[in-house]
């Protein structure tokens, strides 16, 4: 969560924002099974900005969005990790592969611009090793992280500005 960009930050976050969240909307427990929350009547929201930290015993990615958070599917899944447009083959790094399947969301304009434009991000964090876009097609955002191995993560949706964040614990 540290800087304010949307590109890939590998250090710790020391902003207001990460120390105090009072404005988590939404809270799950830790878990390595699959967590499903559904918007389909949600109008679609933008990705805005991704961001990555390492905490005392997690790392953490955050989504951000312009207007809501859309609904979503995360799940590990088997390699090998692939586009969805090409059904190519995407190497990600790591023994593990935590998806994260965002709906009804784009990473592109109405023009179709990328608002994120770095959408393969190599990490050097404690558990997690990469981050890829897989898909930006038909209003489904989705995201692939490697992972050193299949660890327990929590997600929580915060508001001010709209952030879908997953914790995986070291």
Not at 56 to 63: I, L, M, N, R
Not at 117 to 143: G, K, M, Q, Y
Request: charged share 25%.
């Amino acid at each position: 969560m540290a800087g304010c960009s949307s590109q890939a930050v590998d250090e710790q976050d020391d902003s207001p924002q990460a120390k105090a969240e009072p404005d988590t909307t939404h809270e799950t427990a830790w878990t390595a099974g699959i967590i499903d929350r559904t918007q389909s009547d949600a109008p679609v929201s933008k990705l805005v900005a991704v961001r990555t930290a390492t905490h005392d015993g997690f790392d953490q990615v955050v989504f951000e969005f312009d207007k809501r958070i859309p609904g979503y599917h995360i799940e590990y899944i088997d390699s090998p990790v692939r586009q969805c447009g090409s059904g190519k083959v995407a190497p990600i790094a790591g023994d593990g592969w935590l998806e994260i399947r965002m709906y009804p969301a784009n990473a592109h304009t109405s023009e179709g611009q990328p608002t994120i434009t770095e959408r393969e991000r190599i990490l050097n964090l404690p558990v997690l090793s990469e981050l890829e876009l897989t898909c930006d097609f038909e209003a489904i955002v989705t995201w692939v992280f490697g992972v050193g191995s299949p660890n327990r993560y929590r997600v929580r949706e915060l508001s001010g500005p709209p952030r879908l964040v997953i914790d995986i614990r070291h």
